[in-house]
């Protein structure tokens, strides 16, 4: 465990030679206790942060992806941190799936009654990521990020807004173009105001249409199920691909036909994950 003493273990589990831990910490950016799990390899060599969708938590990930046998076979230690504040008394915060808020979709909020506390960005990139990368002893040469769904969304888009921070992104079932979908388009309006100027600074597909070159040398993963019933309206994988071509900057987007937006699918597909980061970190 960090030696951080506000730093609390929930539980430590055994798993694949490594352990799996689930922590608490009260963060100065948020103000709210937050939670989130952390997998250690025997030997970690690099970091995978991997952020969850709209209706998850810390848990979704860790204990339904069936990540740790790989990660520990590659030295990949694993961060999952919680999709958003808990515990607010904020009036819509228990119902994100039907209002697209509540869940935090990694964007520092600017609006009422959102502001005080939804901080995703901020939290992820100036509180827990460098805590985590000081006790694993790595830097962002050693650290990537993915996410599924409104992880996706929050993996591509901290990834093109924090240039060097990460060095390596996926993203399972993406959020590609939230201005242009009814689950972004919620959300911002909610969490940012009516400024679609400000919206587009959280848009994958714009965010790599303003690139000036390739951001990530290496290559972008992404994979899409078919059978998706978010494909068309949210998720709109097409219009980050174009970018890339309007970029140059390689992507290999794979759709897969019968799969949908689901765990299953993301089982299926996440040890392509975890060997695209471990062989760029």
Same mark, same amino acid.
């Given at each position: 465990m960090s030696s951080d003493v506000s730093v609390e273990l929930l539980s430590e589990h055994s798993c694949f030679g490594g352990r799996q831990q689930f922590r608490r910490h009260q963060s100065a950016v948020t103000g709210l206790p937050m939670r989130y799990a952390l997998f250690l390899p025997p030997r970690p060599r690099a970091l995978l942060v991997f952020l969850a969708g709209l209706t998850c938590s810390e848990e979704t990930f860790t204990m339904k992806a069936g990540a740790q046998r790989l990660a520990s076979e590659l030295g990949l230690a694993l961060l999952m941190p919680d999709t958003s504040p808990r515990g607010a008394a904020v009036p819509g915060e228990s119902d994100s799936w039907d #209002?697209?808020?509540?869940?935090?979709?990694?964007? *520092?909020?600017?609006?009422?009654?959102?502001?005080?506390?939804?901080?995703m960005e901020s939290y992820l990139l100036n509180e827990l990521l460098p805590e985590v990368q000081a006790e694993l002893g790595l830097d962002a040469a050693r650290t990537g990020i993915s996410g599924h769904s409104m992880g996706g969304h929050g993996a591509l888009t901290l990834a093109l807004r924090h240039p060097g921070r990460f060095a390596a992104v996926s993203a399972i079932a993406p959020i590609c173009a939230p201005v242009d979908c009814p689950w972004g388009r919620k959300? #911002?309006?909610?969490?940012?105001?009516? *400024?679609?100027?400000?919206?587009?600074?959280? *848009?994958a597909s714009r965010l790599m249409r303003a690139q000036t070159q390739p951001p990530f040398a290496g290559g972008i993963l992404v994979d899409q199920g078919l059978a998706d019933i978010f494909l068309l309206e949210q998720l709109q994988p097409e219009a980050l691909e174009a970018a890339c071509v309007a970029v140059g900057q390689p992507l290999q987007l794979r759709r897969h036909a019968g799969y949908d937006h689901g765990y299953y699918f993301i089982a299926s597909v996440i040890d392509e994950h975890l060997r695209h980061h471990a062989a760029l970190l």
């Open positions: #209002f697209g808020l509540a869940a935090g979709f990694y964007l *520092d909020a600017t609006q009422p009654p959102w502001a005080t506390h939804w901080r959300a #911002f309006a909610g969490y940012l105001g009516p *400024d679609e100027s400000l919206w587009a600074r959280h *848009d």
